[in-house]
Nanobody, 121 residues
């Protein structure tokens, strides 16, 4: 089994910062990519940022220059540093990991439980 545990959400004023963490544990052989998605009320879930095993990153246009995704490969952990937060960043943030489990040859995707980020104006 694989588990993803997220932390770091909360309430912050506009212009503030938060750092999200997501740690993957379990029978993991290889992590191919990690990323963060978010879903605001009444909206579809959208990709915020992603990072591959080769440290190639991509960001939604709305967060470029404000958010930074990074990983600690030794800890199977992905981070999302969020600066200059805006009220429109308010959403539930989910981490997503594309990985290969020990003893299984094909990749699987796992989701975190979600963490609420609320930005007040």
């Amino acid at each position: 089994q694989v588990q993803l545990v997220e932390s770091g959400g909360g309430l912050v004023q506009a212009g503030g910062s938060l750092r999200l963490s997501c740690a993957a544990s379990g029978s993991i052989s290889t992590i191919n990519a990690m990323g963060w998605y978010r879903q605001a009320p009444g909206k579809q879930r959208e990709l915020v940022a992603g990072i591959t095993g080769g440290d190639i990153t991509n960001y939604a246009d709305s967060v470029k220059g404000r958010f930074t995704i990074s990983t600690d490969n030794a800890k199977n952990t992905v981070y999302l540093q969020m600066n200059s937060l805006k009220p429109e960043d308010t959403a539930v943030y989910y981490c997503n990991v594309d990985l290969i489990r020990s003893g299984i040859k094909y990749p699987l995707r796992y989701w975190g439980q979600g963490t609420q980020v609320t930005v007040s104006s």
